[in-house]
């Protein structure tokens, strides 16, 4: 409620950065912080797996905890993170995640993002089982309008800043 928000104004206040494009690096993990909230922009998280990748797709009001990669436990995994235009993240610091606490609504709508993260990834994965690659490719070009694509007279435009190699990622296209 906007009284609410009032209250709570001061405590959401919170450092941003402007990622360039290119490899990201993701800041230290700061112990009380609820993660990084995705301002503006793209980023890329690109796992490998022995010889098999795969690529998934953060976008603006995504959540995510970049420190939280448990992959280093299994032999041969990596995780490579990318940014493909200029993209900007606020921190959710140990202000927010208080102001978070103590706000069910505040809760509840960014509990929301990291469930919906969760609902696209297995989604894909469940495309990632398609035999064909162009109905993997066509379930996810329409997963990615759905995001981010732009009604227009002409049908939906899905103007995004992606190689040939990133979507054969996410879809796990092989040559």
């Given at each position: ?52 990748r ?20 299994y ?19 140990g ?10 609504e505040?809760n ?6 990291l ?38 007279a ?22």
């Amino acid at each position: 409620s906007p009284s609410d928000l009032d209250g709570l104004e001061a405590q959401l206040r919170c450092r941003t950065f402007v990622l360039k494009p290119g490899r990201w690096q993701p800041p230290p993990a700061e112990s009380d912080a609820f993660g990084l909230y995705l301002v503006d922009g793209l980023l890329v998280r690109r796992l490998q797996v022995g010889s098999a990748r795969s690529a998934e797709i953060l976008g603006p009001s995504d959540v995510l905890r970049p420190w939280h990669e448990d992959f280093d436990l299994y032999d041969g995994a990596d995780t490579r993170w990318t940014v493909p235009s200029p993209a900007r993240l606020a921190m959710l610091d140990g202000r927010v995640t208080s102001a978070i606490g103590s706000s069910p609504e505040l809760n509840v709508a960014l509990s929301g993002r990291l469930v919906r993260r969760t609902r696209e990834l297995a989604y894909l994965a469940a495309l990632s089982h398609l035999v064909k690659v162009h109905e993997r490719l066509l379930g996810t070009l329409w997963h990615l309008a759905e995001r981010w694509g732009r009604v227009t007279a002409r049908g939906v435009v899905l103007a995004l800043p992606f190689t040939h190699e990133i979507l054969a990622e996410v879809v796990g296209a092989q040559r």
